[in-house]
Each structure stands twice: as C-alpha cells, then as structure tokens.
C-alpha cells in the first residue's frame, strides 16, 4: 500500500476496517474509521483501495437511515458530511465515495459503513489491509490530500461443526 501504519497511534487516531464476517469468500459489510488530518471538502472524495482478490463491483455504501455514521460521516464535530455517490472499479479495487453536506474539518474522525464486498476467497492470518486516500474536489484536480493504510485484518474460513440446542419447557 501507500499509506504507513503508525501502530502507536492505533490506539488514540485508528485508521481501522471493522468486516462484519471475517469468512474467507463471504460478502460482508464493512465499518472505515480514520482520522481526517485535513478537512475533506463538501464534493471531496474518499477512496477506499482493495486488495487483490476482493470483489467490489456491488459494494455501496449503507443507507443513511441505518447507519449512524452515513448519517453524519464526522459523528459530533461540525456540519453533517455525507455520502453524495458511490463509484467502483473492480479491476483497480478502488472503491470510491463523493462527499455532500458539510466538510469533514480538519483533525475530524470519520466513520463509514460499506456494504456488499466480497472477500478475498483466500484465508490470511497475516492481514489483509486498505489503502484510504482522501482527495479534494474535482475544481482542485482531485489532488490527494491524505494517504493512510488500516490496520491489518484477518480471514478465514468457516467451521465444520454444528451447535444443536434443545430447549425444553
């Protein structure tokens, strides 16, 4: 990837990919958090970069009316940013999202959920990571004001065994 990870910020300024199933070959949604350096313009964007292997082509984004972070992409700091559109290219694995609303601002945590990817078909117990780039609006050539990489995660595959529970009155 581009971006560095800094794991001794890990802790207080995350640049994390949360997967809601961490199967091998699985579709899943996905939560990105990381912290904007510098302030992402209203009609900036956010480019999530996939490893090989991930299928991305009907990845979107969580509707705003279930996902608290659609909903204000910057949680409690200032303005209300939002997710404009959605644009995927499989073949590159970039995923990218435009911004509405409001900016980011500078130093802002921003969180987002993805839906639809499907994850590499091949188990990793040494991590998967994304590359996130942040750029400015299409008036300012789409220059990339911020490259970070998440933290590792993890697949696998799915178990073989079953759990029958018998629940008796």
Do not use: H
């Amino acid at each position: 990837g581009g971006g560095t990870i800094d794991q001794s910020m890990q802790g207080m300024n995350p640049t994390r990919i949360s997967l809601e199933s961490r199967s091998a070959g699985v579709t899943s949604n996905y939560k990105v958090e990381f912290l904007a350096g510098t302030s992402i313009p209203v009609g900036g964007q956010i480019q999530l970069v996939f490893p090989s292997g991930f299928t991305i082509t009907n990845a979107s984004t969580t509707a705003a009316a279930t996902s608290f972070c659609n909903a204000d992409m910057n949680g409690p700091a200032t303005g209300a940013p939002t997710i404009a559109s959605v644009s995927n290219d499989n073949a590159s694995g970039i995923m990218t999202l435009t911004t509405q609303g409001a900016a980011t601002g500078a130093n802002s945590f921003v969180c987002l959920d993805i839906s639809g990817v499907v994850n590499s078909s091949i188990p990793n117990s040494s991590g998967y990571t994304v590359d996130i780039k942040t750029r400015d609006t299409g008036a300012n050539n789409r220059a990339i004001l911020e490259t970070k990489t998440s933290s590792p995660f993890f697949l696998g595959v799915a178990g073989s065994r079953t759990l029958t529970v018998n629940v008796f009155n």
